[in-house]
């Protein structure tokens, strides 16, 4: 018995440092600050600005809450923006492991922007849920001023930026394990591998056990009838 313990002990104790050298090799987000050139279409006439742009994510329930982080604005302001009548949204390109667009987007301005000034764009926030496994980057895409009831300045990044953030995700299906590849037998063949589930466990301690109870009561009646022919005798 101090023998199994000490083993089992040891197992319990090697699977505690395994389980931690995982949670210690688990791959961290990667983000960078890119430069986005914007080329921008707006109710005066072209204009275009760099921005440098940070994304990044944080674990929320199934998702990610997305942040998107504009460093200095893209486009001057021709008028006199009240408080709060300026809002912007973008686009995030999702590449590697899917392909798909999440929708950024800010708050309201807090000040008011006087004209010719530098609109700020400050951080854009939205919602990703992966739907695949694996590892997913996101790209800034297009940048939509909406001020005064109107799409006031529509921006399209043209230097083909690179990701600003590399992440590893689990989609919803986890990583779609393979149960249900194996067992694809072709009628009966007789030579299949024997079962060594916790449930096939359980049916051969309980089928043993069913043997030893037949063995005992067998035993119990052979005494009981050689103890009665000792007496008739």
Request: glycine share 16%; hydrophobic share 40%.
């Amino acid at each position: 018995m101090p023998y199994r313990r000490r083993k089992a002990c040891g197992l319990a104790a090697a699977i505690a440092v395994a389980g931690g050298s995982v949670l210690l090799a688990a791959p961290a987000a990667q983000a960078a600050v890119v430069d986005v050139n914007y080329a921008c279409e707006t109710k005066i006439g072209p204009k275009g600005a760099v921005s440098p742009v940070g994304i990044t994510a944080v674990k929320s329930g199934s998702g990610y809450t997305v942040t998107m982080s504009f460093e200095k604005g893209v486009s001057d302001s021709p008028v006199e923006l009240p408080k709060g009548v300026m809002v912007p949204r973008a686009e995030l390109v999702v590449g590697g492991a899917e392909s798909a667009t999440v929708q950024v987007k800010g708050v309201p301005n807090a000040a008011v922007i006087p004209p010719s000034t530098p609109i700020k764009i400050g951080q854009l926030t939205g919602t990703y849920t992966p739907k695949k496994s694996g590892k997913v980057t996101f790209t800034a895409g297009k940048l939509t001023v909406h001020a005064l009831g109107m799409d006031a300045a529509v921006c399209t990044p043209t230097n083909h930026p690179k990701p600003a953030l590399e992440l590893d995700v689990t989609g919803a299906g986890g990583s779609g394990g393979s149960g249900d590849n194996g067992g694809s037998g072709s009628g009966g063949s007789g030579d299949q591998l024997p079962k060594t589930g916790p449930l096939d466990s359980a049916a051969a301690l309980g089928t043993l056990g069913g043997t030893v109870l037949l063995t005992g009561t067998a035993g119990v009646l052979w005494l009981t009838r050689r103890t009665a022919r000792h007496t008739a005798r």
